[in-house]
């Protein structure tokens, strides 16, 4: 899965994000990865084929401007540099991430209906390549990826005169899937955008600002007043002094988190690295044993689930993360680009 960080504070926002990033994107990301950033009423963005080293070792990232920010690290899932996120609208305005994938909702035809009729509209797709996976096709039969598509949707609704806010809520209404995003936009520069329907997107304010990531794993130590999730189908402004937010029903329930599930989780996870012998396996194998908690025709939360029952037993000491050199995805591989992945044992 792909690892998201967002920040809106006092503090200046690259830094901070590729701290953040740095504690995360090995459970998943860390093979396509970008930042954005708001300042002076300007976006500024980078991103690169490959993970966070190679995104400072490149680029000017970690100077981007701002006290606002966005950060992603994609999973290998195809493409070239283009198909990294942020995705940029076409006025350089709005920057977008996602994460997560069509999942339940798949649907061929409102997937090509909608990224061509933002085509007809005069939208244009820098990811524009040949057909990768189930990504959406244009007319003339290339690819594009669907959460530059979902970008321009969110873009075409504030153009059309709603808030950013308030499009990026209809953009999830009109084209739902099995993520979460954040947005910034330079209409709004003290706010991010998000938008949640079962992935996983936490939350903590501290006295400096709002912290936003995949897993808290990912927050810094710091005295923080709360820590919270990002409630399923639900639409978000965050502040640097708190959000605003509405629920919007989902046309397919999202399954409930309880502590019952938590419990069996940890379980399933101990008793799988007992197994092991203390050969570091990953995460995600470990967490596909844990389908069978989840009610059938809902969606899963399965992700938070992951990285909430992982997060206590390794601040406890109980299970420790490996840092493992891997190769990075396969369209980098000619110019030897590479990553880390996590794994874990128990200690």
Same mark, same amino acid.
């Given at each position: 899965?792909? +690892? ?9 926002? &690259? ?49 981007? *401007? ?25 006025? +350089? ?34 990811? /524009?390549?040949?057909? @990768? ?19 321009? $949707? @969110?873009?075409?609704?504030? /153009? !059309? ?9 209809? &953009?999830?209404?009109?084209? *739902? ?26 939350? !903590? ?10 897993? !808290?794993?990912?927050?810094?130590? /710091? ?6 999730? $990002?409630? &399923?189908?639900?639409? !978000? ?16 329930? @999202?399954?409930? %988190? ?10 399933? %996870? ?22 069978? %908690?989840?009610?059938?025709?809902? %969606? ?11 997060? *206590? ?9 490996? *840092? ?20 874990? @044992?128990?200690?």
């Amino acid at each position: 899965m792909c +690892n998201i960080a967002g920040y809106v504070g006092s503090q200046d926002a &690259a830094p901070l994000l590729i701290k953040m990033m740095k504690r995360q994107s090995g459970y998943g990301g860390g093979y396509y990865t970008g930042l954005a950033t708001i300042h002076e009423g300007k976006l500024y963005y980078a991103k690169v084929l490959g993970d966070v080293d190679r995104l400072l070792e490149t680029t000017d990232a970690a100077k981007l *401007p701002g006290r606002i920010g966005i950060l992603h690290s994609r999973s290998n899932s195809g493409g070239d540099r283009e198909w990294a996120h942020p995705f940029i609208s076409n006025d +350089n305005r709005l920057a977008y991430v996602a994460n997560g994938s069509s999942g339940q909702f798949f649907d061929v035809e409102k997937r090509d209906r909608i990224t061509r009729g933002l085509e007809r509209d005069g939208f244009r797709f820098s990811s /524009k390549a040949q057909v @990768v996976g189930r990504y959406p096709v244009l007319s003339d039969g290339s690819g594009v990826h669907v959460s530059e598509a979902m970008c321009h $949707l @969110v873009d075409r609704h504030i /153009k !059309a005169g709603r808030t950013p806010g308030e499009a990026l809520r209809c &953009a999830f209404l009109d084209f *739902p899937s099995e993520i979460v995003a954040l947005a910034i936009h330079t209409s709004t520069p003290d706010r991010i955008l998000a938008a949640r329907y079962n992935q996983p997107m936490m939350l !903590a304010r501290a006295e400096d600002g709002m912290y936003l990531a995949t897993s !808290a794993l990912a927050f810094p130590e /710091k005295d923080f007043y709360g820590l919270d999730l $990002l409630p &399923a189908c639900s639409s !978000a402004e965050i502040t640097r002094d708190g959000m605003t937010m509405r629920g919007f029903k989902s046309e397919i329930p @999202v399954a409930q %988190l309880d502590a019952g599930m938590y419990a069996a989780a940890t379980e399933i %996870l101990l008793r799988a690295l007992d197994e092991k012998h203390g050969e570091p396996v990953s995460p995600w194998a470990l967490m596909e044993e844990t389908k069978k %908690l989840w009610p059938e025709g809902q %969606l899963a939360q399965s992700a938070v689930l992951a990285y909430e029952t992982m997060r *206590p037993l390794i601040k406890a000491g109980r299970v420790k993360m490996v *840092p493992v050199p891997a190769p990075g995805a396969p369209e980098g591989q000619a110019e030897g680009i590479t990553t880390t992945k996590f794994l874990l @044992v128990k200690e």
